[in-house]
Protein backbone atom coordinates (compact mmCIF):
# COMPACT_ATOMS: atom_id res chain seq x y z
CA UNK A 1 0.00 0.00 0.00
CA UNK A 2 3.05 2.74 0.64
CA UNK A 3 6.25 2.74 -0.68
CA UNK A 4 9.20 4.16 0.22
CA UNK A 5 12.31 4.56 -1.68
CA UNK A 6 15.30 6.37 -0.67
CA UNK A 7 17.80 8.06 -3.27
CA UNK A 8 21.11 10.49 -3.06
CA UNK A 9 23.61 7.61 -1.75
CA UNK A 10 26.83 7.51 -2.64
CA UNK A 11 30.54 7.74 -1.96
CA UNK A 12 32.03 10.68 -0.76
CA UNK A 13 35.12 11.92 0.50
CA UNK A 14 35.69 13.22 3.93
CA UNK A 15 34.40 16.91 4.56
CA UNK A 16 32.21 16.37 1.76
CA UNK A 17 27.67 16.41 1.65
CA UNK A 18 25.49 14.35 0.56
CA UNK A 19 21.90 14.93 0.16
CA UNK A 20 19.37 12.31 0.69
CA UNK A 21 15.76 12.15 -0.24
CA UNK A 22 12.92 9.83 0.78
CA UNK A 23 9.77 9.84 -1.25
CA UNK A 24 6.73 7.91 -0.20
CA UNK A 25 3.93 6.76 -2.88
CA UNK A 26 0.63 4.68 -2.45
CA UNK A 27 -2.47 5.24 -0.83
CA UNK A 28 -1.72 8.02 1.28
CA UNK A 29 -4.27 10.52 3.61
CA UNK A 30 -1.37 11.56 6.05
CA UNK A 31 1.93 11.22 7.44
CA UNK A 32 3.19 12.12 10.77
CA UNK A 33 7.09 11.56 12.10
CA UNK A 34 9.39 10.91 9.40
CA UNK A 35 13.09 9.55 10.27
CA UNK A 36 16.45 8.52 9.10
CA UNK A 37 18.20 5.82 10.66
CA UNK A 38 21.30 4.23 9.55
CA UNK A 39 23.42 1.04 10.29
CA UNK A 40 26.74 0.65 10.09
CA UNK A 41 28.70 -2.44 9.22
CA UNK A 42 28.62 -4.92 12.17
CA UNK A 43 26.36 -2.64 14.08
CA UNK A 44 23.25 -1.55 15.29
CA UNK A 45 20.75 0.34 13.20
CA UNK A 46 20.61 3.98 14.90
CA UNK A 47 18.37 6.84 14.88
CA UNK A 48 19.79 9.91 13.51
CA UNK A 49 17.16 12.28 12.56
CA UNK A 50 13.56 12.72 12.59
CA UNK A 51 10.98 15.80 12.45
CA UNK A 52 7.60 15.18 13.30
CA UNK A 53 4.22 16.50 11.61
CA UNK A 54 4.70 20.07 13.14
CA UNK A 55 8.03 20.56 11.91
CA UNK A 56 10.11 19.93 14.71
CA UNK A 57 13.26 18.35 14.67
CA UNK A 58 15.66 16.45 16.53
CA UNK A 59 19.25 14.53 16.02
CA UNK A 60 21.33 12.28 17.30
CA UNK A 61 24.75 13.81 18.97
CA UNK A 62 27.15 12.33 16.79
CA UNK A 63 25.39 14.77 13.69
CA UNK A 64 24.08 17.93 15.13
CA UNK A 65 25.62 20.75 13.46
CA UNK A 66 26.44 18.57 10.52
CA UNK A 67 22.95 16.90 9.57
CA UNK A 68 19.59 18.55 8.26
CA UNK A 69 16.49 16.91 8.42
CA UNK A 70 13.50 18.54 6.25
CA UNK A 71 10.29 17.86 4.50
CA UNK A 72 7.95 18.87 1.86
CA UNK A 73 4.85 17.69 2.67
CA UNK A 74 3.24 18.29 -1.08
CA UNK A 75 5.82 15.88 -2.60
CA UNK A 76 5.41 13.54 0.68
CA UNK A 77 9.13 13.22 0.53
CA UNK A 78 11.74 13.85 3.71
CA UNK A 79 15.25 14.97 3.05
CA UNK A 80 18.51 14.34 4.59
CA UNK A 81 21.10 17.45 3.91
CA UNK A 82 24.49 15.70 5.16
CA UNK A 83 27.94 18.14 5.38
CA UNK A 84 31.01 17.97 6.88
CA UNK A 85 31.13 13.94 6.17
CA UNK A 86 33.24 11.50 7.71
CA UNK A 87 34.28 7.85 7.50
CA UNK A 88 32.22 7.09 10.62
CA UNK A 89 29.25 8.23 8.60
CA UNK A 90 29.68 5.28 6.63
CA UNK A 91 26.17 2.66 6.29
CA UNK A 92 23.31 2.02 4.87
CA UNK A 93 20.69 4.56 5.44
CA UNK A 94 16.79 3.76 6.11
CA UNK A 95 13.77 6.18 5.73
CA UNK A 96 10.96 5.21 8.19
CA UNK A 97 7.28 6.97 8.32
CA UNK A 98 4.20 6.66 10.42
CA UNK A 99 1.50 6.49 7.52
CA UNK A 100 -2.02 6.44 7.55
CA UNK A 101 -3.44 4.85 4.48
CA UNK A 102 -6.84 5.29 3.05
CA UNK A 103 -9.52 3.50 5.06
CA UNK A 104 -7.46 2.72 7.86
CA UNK A 105 -8.13 4.81 11.46
CA UNK A 106 -4.50 4.87 12.58
CA UNK A 107 -0.73 5.00 11.40
CA UNK A 108 1.64 2.66 10.72
CA UNK A 109 5.52 2.65 10.07
CA UNK A 110 6.92 2.14 7.05
CA UNK A 111 10.91 1.42 5.83
CA UNK A 112 12.54 2.12 2.75
CA UNK A 113 14.81 -0.16 1.12
CA UNK A 114 18.07 1.88 2.39
CA UNK A 115 20.67 3.56 0.36
CA UNK A 116 24.32 3.20 0.80
CA UNK A 117 26.64 6.43 1.79
CA UNK A 118 30.48 5.32 1.83
CA UNK A 119 32.89 7.94 3.19
CA UNK A 120 36.24 7.77 2.58
CA UNK A 121 39.21 9.15 4.68
Known amino acids: QVQLVESGGGLVQAGGSLRLSCAAS????????MRWYRQAPGKQRELVAVITGGDSTNYADSVKGRFTISRDNAKSTVYLQMNSLNPEDTGVYYC???????????????WGPGTQVTVSS
Open 26 to 33: GSIVSIND
Open 96 to 110: NADVRVRFAYSFRGY
